[in-house]
């Protein structure tokens, strides 16, 4: 007992002349210790960690979000955009009058304009569009008009595209807004040139040009290749080649990789044009030089910035984890006191003391048990609905099988039906049912259902039709393929015959030839083949 009592005085008195340090404060992020070349993520981390040491100003928040995420989708990384995106708009809500809004939505249209995914891009660009007129926001208006020009564009719908480009560019102009008018003017033109009316691509780049020249800029570039392009496609090579040489004299300037690249492949297409295949060859190999250093400048800007993002993920979780240790110390420290202070007035409060002390560590080590198992546990989950979604896309693919062949047993007994009744002489209906039967046919030859089938078995099986090629000995046919895909969603021969519209001994006959092209145990059965695959 006397040991343990000197052993808490000699503990006291340690406690008094030497406080904790730290105990209970909260340690802020230090960037400057995350592994990055790139001082421009540094630069918006910070002001984004800055911004939300004032919780009360919502809206800084969500722009310093929305800088973040237009960096991140610069640098090709969508995913982390989104994330960004998304999280300004947590801070500022859905609001239609708000110009901050729009932007967002705006920018996540980029995104999956980006991404090649027309539809959703095109949702979002539409509701913009719609919220800046409310707003009476012409700027906004013609921004968006553009946008929407840009995805009818990369789909090939160029009435449309050109329509609402028109519409932008007069917009711009009643602004006297000089940047939106030359590159609407150069978006124009890349939809003539993409039409092959060429003299009229021409002459929009040249207003574009017009506008841009001299400013010595990535736009300039673009609408001095573009020119170059359009005199090269009309045969006028001199003019060609001193345009593309004034945009790679532009880009040399910048340093810019992408805009070298375009310009020694363009003079490469006019030397070669010329016949002078020396020159071609050298401009090619010059443009491939540049596009293999641009591609490792964007690979190492993005692993940096990845990187970046895992250190400060990884500091944000310490500083966590510091703050509860933070939390436990305290109150450690609080109970040590009291101890010491009762130990004063009595001694036998001593044991009760260890007691609780022994109860504080089992709980700090239940607690931190309970962290590990909720973190085990939301892992479990987060796999579980893996699997549940695989299932269910599988689920859906089968009954969509299904659905079609039952459609398509339908659609021929229906066919079957109306011949029978056609070929009736005494009735009036026979060349109306006739006429029917044609339409009947002429459904059961689209091949649109198998695109959507061959979309949704790609989705869900990815890697399955480059397998099955890589295994075959010989080409695979189309109907082969089809055949492979059918299997391996387990369905019967009756139901691929259904699906096929063929008799089932046909189906027997192409799985036997597909068997003989697949280096297949004859003891193991096809369909057990394709699943495994």
């Not at 250093?293 to 990884?314: C, D, G, R, S």
């Not at 189309?478 to 021969?493: D, H, I, T, V, Y």
């Amino acid at each position: 007992m006397r040991a343990c009592v000197k052993s808490l005085s000699l503990l006291f008195a340690i406690l008094v002349l030497f406080p904790s340090k730290g105990w209970g404060q909260q340690k802020p992020i230090d960037f400057s210790a995350v592994e990055t070349s790139d001082p421009t993520y540094l630069d918006l981390q910070k002001k984004l960690d800055h911004s939300k040491n004032n919780p009360e100003f919502p809206k800084q928040i969500a722009q310093s979000h929305l800088k973040l995420g237009e960096y991140y989708r610069s640098l090709g990384l969508y995913s982390e955009a989104m994330e960004q995106y998304n999280k300004a708009l947590e801070q500022i809500g859905i609001d239609f009058n708000d110009t901050l809004y729009t932007t967002l939505n705006n920018n996540i249209g980029k995104v999956y304009l980006s991404q090649n995914n027309f539809k959703l891009a095109e949702q979002h660009f539409t509701e913009t569009m719609n919220t800046v007129v409310n707003l009476d926001d012409s700027k906004g208006q013609a921004e968006s008009m553009g946008l929407l020009g840009a995805c009818y564009e990369k789909q090939g719908e160029y009435d449309k595209a050109l329509a609402y480009q028109k519409e932008s560019l007069f917009l711009f102009e009643q602004l006297n807004d000089r940047h939106g008018v030359a590159m609407t003017n150069e978006n124009i033109g890349s939809i003539y040139e993409d039409l092959e009316e060429f003299d009229l691509a021409h002459e929009y780049f040249r207003k574009a040009y017009q506008y841009l020249q001299g400013s010595g800029t990535a736009e300039e570039i673009n609408v001095l290749n573009n020119l170059g392009d359009s005199f090269r496609k009309t045969g006028k090579y001199e003019s060609a080649l001193d345009y593309t040489n004034q945009a790679l004299k532009i880009a040399k300037k910048l340093n810019d990789f992408h805009q070298l690249e375009s310009a020694h492949k363009d003079l490469s297409k006019t030397y070669a044009l010329i016949g002078d295949f020396e020159k071609a060859h050298a401009q090619l190999m010059q443009a491939e030089e540049y596009k293999s250093a641009m591609l490792k400048a964007q690979n190492n800007n993005q692993l940096h910035v990845l990187q970046a993002i895992y250190e400060t993920n990884k500091k944000e979780a310490e500083i966590q984890l510091l703050k509860e240790q933070n939390k436990v110390s305290a109150a450690n420290q609080n109970l040590l006191w009291v101890a010491l202070f009762a130990l004063a007035a009595i001694l036998t409060i001593l044991y009760s003391y260890l007691g609780r002390k022994r109860k504080a560590k089992l709980k700090i080590q239940e607690y931190k048990q309970r962290m590990l198992k909720a973190e085990l546990d939301k892992k479990a989950i987060e796999e579980k609905n893996l699997q549940n979604e695989v299932q269910l896309k599988t689920a859906s693919l089968s009954r969509y099988s299904l659905h079609l062949s039952q459609k398509n047993k339908i659609l021929l007994d229906l066919a079957n039906t109306l011949r029978n009744i056609a070929s009736r002489r005494n009735m009036d209906t026979s060349e109306k049912i006739k006429a029917l039967v044609k339409e009947i046919d002429f459904n059961l030859q689209q091949e649109d259902e198998w695109d959507e089938f061959m979309n949704f078995f790609k989705e869900i099986h990815p890697e399955f039709i480059k397998k099955l090629s890589t295994l075959s000995d010989a080409s695979l046919s189309p109907a082969e393929l089809r055949l492979g895909m059918l299997l391996r969603l387990n369905l019967s021969s009756k139901e691929i015959a259904s699906i096929l519209r063929v008799t089932p001994d046909s189906v027997r006959v192409a799985r036997h030839r597909l068997r003989k092209k697949l280096p297949i145990d004859q003891k193991s059965e096809l369909v057990n083949f394709m699943i495994e695959l």
